[in-house]
């Protein structure tokens, strides 16, 4: 990149539903662009800057639009200036799915690193807490996701799930192998404050929680959450004046997949296969940049922030960030490797998304937040013991989209 | 209007979503398309080839039938009702698979049981259905495991 960037502040608000009547104090009844702002606010108070600092801004797009939010929750950008006070600076609002969280931190980043700007914020905020996610239109005449999701009745799980049953077919995972997953990934839970779900799970209550989509249970596949986090960015000179530990980006990108993939992608009813081209290809393809960017592979990862939006998706992640074959990253798993804490490899110190539950466009930037409290050492209980130098965080967006980002020390 | 011949009437049997399958039809085909450069399919129908080496030209897409019978990639079951628009009734747990056919071509699509399913397994295209009210039974595509 053409300048050096760093993290010099980062914030989010707790994980839930917002309002939630049993928790009225903690969890408010806000709007979308509301609840960005309690992210953004702590997160410039973090940097140790002035709203009227910040010189660009890219916000995350709501994707349930139809059901609540309505245009606010689209143009969101200028929606949360309209709450933070319009400064006139260049605002962006950006949907890439699940991946739109370290999407925007990219479009935040490039703004520094090209000269534009010094300091850019990258802010997302969702309100996703109900059950399965659905088609947007109702037009089956236009809309391949609404034929799909009518004739074929296949929610997120399902897929998520079909996959899950191809990788036990093939690379011998087992119940058991998917019922761990929640009982280390939970391990760290009840540590971390912004987390929804702060309590471990035993392998016994994982292995009888209800059948959602044979092999995938209740306990191993995420929740749907309301939350918002804010990641601020400074041209890394700058970043060293600001601030006593800026983060240095040593990679950001976003992955779309490669022609060929033979993963039928949700939304999408069939897929091309080609000779040679391997499922998932959009992570992959992010993956890929990401370590030639940083100039390292997966042998210097320390730390790791992954999707593990059911337990298939923490195995599938694993073969994609350490370039490993199926069944390996469960040998791991068995073996402790992956712990959140002790770990060869800690996986997940923030208890991920089966502990937050997924606030779709913003759970990328609060697996930033998590990598910079781990890298700055200010992860309390959930501090990982091994010294880290690289840190690595994916996240995985439906209908083909994916990002990445890898973080280090920058002081 | 109850007691009125059209209760007992045999129901019309209609695509929920039209164009889709060949139909009416004793064997039902799905109806994709095909680049006739490169051989690539796309299911629904598309104006352009998915190859990014193909030329975006209308005319190199051909209309065709996929074959009705393939392997069985993966399945799952859904042991819950998804939320409208889908609508299945009464509702009752359903299997949902991929199915890889010789046009090089994987599609999705509902079984038409849940019971001894297997991946790698042979299917063949029918179609079941989905709800039904006054006048029409609404229906859909849907994978059937193929007798040995």
Same mark, same amino acid.
């Given at each position: ?411 | ?19 889709? !399958?060949?139909? /009416? ?13 490169? +051989?690539? @399919?796309?299911? &629904? ?33 859904? !042991?819950?009702? /998804? ?13 949902? +698979?991929? @199915?890889?056919? &010789? ?46």
């Amino acid at each position: 990149m053409e300048r050096d960037v760093a993290i010099i502040g980062v914030g989010m608000t707790p994980w839930g539903r917002y309002p939630d009547p049993k928790q009225p104090a903690a969890f408010p009844d806000l709007t979308m662009p509301e609840l960005a702002v309690e992210a953004l606010k702590k997160a410039i108070k973090d940097a140790g800057i002035s709203w009227r600092q910040v010189e660009a801004m890219v916000s995350g797009v709501y994707l349930w639009v139809s059901q609540q939010a309505g245009i606010h929750g689209t143009l969101s950008g200028t929606a949360i200036a309209n709450l933070m006070g319009y400064t006139g600076i260049p605002i962006v609002s950006v949907a890439n799915a699940c991946a739109t969280g370290q999407s925007i931190l990219r479009e935040a980043v490039l703004a520094v690193a090209s000269g534009e700007c010094d300091i850019a914020v990258a802010v997302a905020a969702d309100k996703s807490a109900f059950g399965f996610f659905r088609p947007q239109s109702t037009d089956g005449r236009a809309d391949i996701d609404y034929m799909r999701f009518v004739m074929c009745g296949e929610t997120n799980p399902a897929y998520w799930a079909m996959e899950c049953r191809r990788r036990m077919y093939e690379a011998g995972t087992t119940e058991e192998d998917l019922a761990l997953v929640k009982v280390v990934t939970s391990k760290t839970a009840p540590y971390n404050p912004y987390a929804r779900y702060r309590r471990t799970f035993t392998l016994e209550e994982v292995l009888k929680s209800p059948m959602v989509c044979d092999p995938l249970r209740l306990y191993e596949i995420c929740a749907t959450s309301d939350g918002a986090a804010a990641v601020v960015v400074a041209e890394y000179e700058k970043a060293k004046k600001i601030c006593k530990k800026p983060v240095y980006i040593n990679a950001v990108t976003v992955g779309t997949p490669t022609f060929g993939d033979p993963t039928v992608r949700l939304t999408y009813l069939s897929s091309n296969k080609r000779s040679g081209v391997p499922n998932l290809s959009e992570s992959r393809n992010a993956v890929r940049k990401v370590y030639k960017m940083a100039g390292i592979g997966p042998d210097k990862v320390d730390v790791i922030e992954l999707p593990d939006n059911s337990s298939w998706h923490y195995f599938a992640y694993l073969d994609c960030i350490l370039n490993l074959d199926p069944g390996e990253p469960e040998k791991m798993l068995r073996k402790g490797e992956t712990d959140p804490v002790s770990g060869k490899i800690p996986v997940c110190p923030s208890a991920g998304l089966g502990a937050f539950g997924e606030a779709v466009v913003a759970q990328g930037l609060a697996q930033v937040c998590e990598l910079v409290w781990q890298l700055r050492g200010e992860a309390g209980e959930r501090q990982v013991r091994k010294e880290i130098k690289y840190a690595l965080a994916q996240t995985y967006g439906y209908a083909g989209n994916n990002a990445a980002c890898i973080l280090s020390k920058g002081w | 209007m109850a007691g009125e011949p059209s209760a007992k009437k045999e129901k019309k049997r209609v695509p929920l979503v039209e164009g889709l !399958f060949t139909w /009416p039809s004793n064997q039902p085909a799905l109806i994709a398309s095909r680049c006739k450069k490169c +051989g690539a @399919v796309a299911f &629904p129908k598309a104006a352009y080839c998915p190859n990014p080496d193909c030329e975006k030209d209308p005319q190199n897409m051909e209309v065709i039938q996929l074959s009705r019978r393939g392997k069985l990639w993966s399945w799952t079951i859904q !042991f819950y009702s /998804p939320p409208p628009p889908f609508k299945m009734e009464p509702f009752k747990p359903y299997a949902i +698979g991929m @199915v890889d056919l &010789p046009e090089g071509v994987r599609v999705l699509g509902m079984l038409t049981t849940t019971e001894n399913i297997k991946c790698d397994m042979e299917v063949e295209l029918t179609v079941g259905k989905l709800y039904e009210d006054g006048e029409n039974e609404y229906i859909t595509w849907m994978w059937k495991p193929v007798e040995k």
